[in-house]
């Protein structure tokens, strides 16, 4: 492919997902509607769909750490207090163009009595840990009564597209947030899982490539069972030396130690490794 028909792609693939985000696109709010019209728009501009959906998750992970004060600052003045008029959490969230799983974990640290640590357990398993009334902040029990839409979608499990049985018990709060989390296609348990998988796959392809290479090294699960502190994807068995080019390191939050500069080439350095992490990085 000619560099010119790459550059044009990239605008409009560029273009694309920009206009996605600024208005806050319904694909955004719904996993079917975001595979379907991913699909779509990978044809019209000539991407792959993989490429073009690590490209909108970028740029819609930047939109989002820009747009979380305005999210904050608008929590209890607004946000809330539609909340406890009866708007639902999926609603607020198109309306506020914000990931629906993340405005659920807001308005769940604001209106219960769960530490941080607590709330990622409750987002997890909400009917069971969402569903009880004493775990509301008092001047917000009210919302569990507010009148709710006849148009409620019914709860559909993100995985397999099946219906989702809600629990006789289950509170209104912990009903919303089943909602809005497994309708967000960008940041809800569908991507966790799959970052899971990819994350499994990556560290195979790690331990393929160390063998070919005859580079003896302890993988984590062998680290656990001896019962170490420290468990990295990858421990060498004795230091590796890497040809590091300078320009790389610039950056780097690592100092100068462990490394020597190439006596043939002075642009790169060598660089003693002890250990590897696939999802992080890999140190002295």
């Not at 999210?71 to 959490?89: D, F, K, P, T």
């Not at 069971?128 to 709860?155: T, Y």
């Not at 559909?156 to 989702?164: C, E, M, N, R």
């Not at 590796?240 to 790389?248: F, G, I, Q, T």
Request: charged share 30%.
């Amino acid at each position: 492919m000619k560099q010119v028909e790459l550059e044009y792609n990239y605008e409009r693939a560029d273009n694309w997902c920009k206009g996605v985000v600024k208005k806050g696109h319904d694909l955004l709010f719904c996993g079917d509607r975001y595979d379907t019209e991913i699909s779509k728009a990978a044809k019209d501009v000539n991407f792959s769909i993989d490429s073009l959906s690590s490209f909108l998750r970028n740029m819609h992970l930047t939109y989002v750490k820009k747009r979380s004060y305005v999210i904050r600052n608008q929590m209890h003045s607004h946000i809330l207090v539609e909340y406890c008029e009866g708007a639902s959490i999926l609603s607020l969230a198109k309306k506020y163009n914000f990931p629906p799983s993340l405005l659920a974990r807001g308005i769940v640290e604001n209106i219960t009595i769960f530490e941080k640590k607590e709330v990622t357990k409750a987002m997890k398993d909400p009917f069971v840990k969402l569903s009880a009334l004493e775990h509301i902040f008092g001047p917000f029990r009210a919302s569990e009564d507010a009148i709710q839409s006849e148009n409620a979608e019914p709860l559909v499990d993100p995985f397999s597209g099946a219906p989702l049985e809600c629990p006789i018990h289950a509170s209104r709060l912990a009903r919303e947030v089943v909602e809005a989390t497994n309708s967000d296609p960008l940041y809800g348990p569908r991507v966790e899982k799959e970052r899971n998988y990819v994350g499994i796959e990556y560290e195979i392809i790690l331990e393929r490539a160390l063998r070919s290479m005859n580079i003896p090294f302890e993988t984590e699960e062998q680290l656990r069972a001896k019962g170490s502190s420290r468990t990295p994807d990858i421990l060498f068995s004795c230091p590796v030396a890497l040809k590091v080019h300078k320009k790389l390191l610039s950056d780097s939050r690592h100092g100068a130690e462990n490394m020597m500069v190439d006596e043939v080439d002075s642009n790169y350095v060598w660089r003693m490794v002890c250990w590897i992490d696939s999802k992080v990085w890999m140190d002295t």
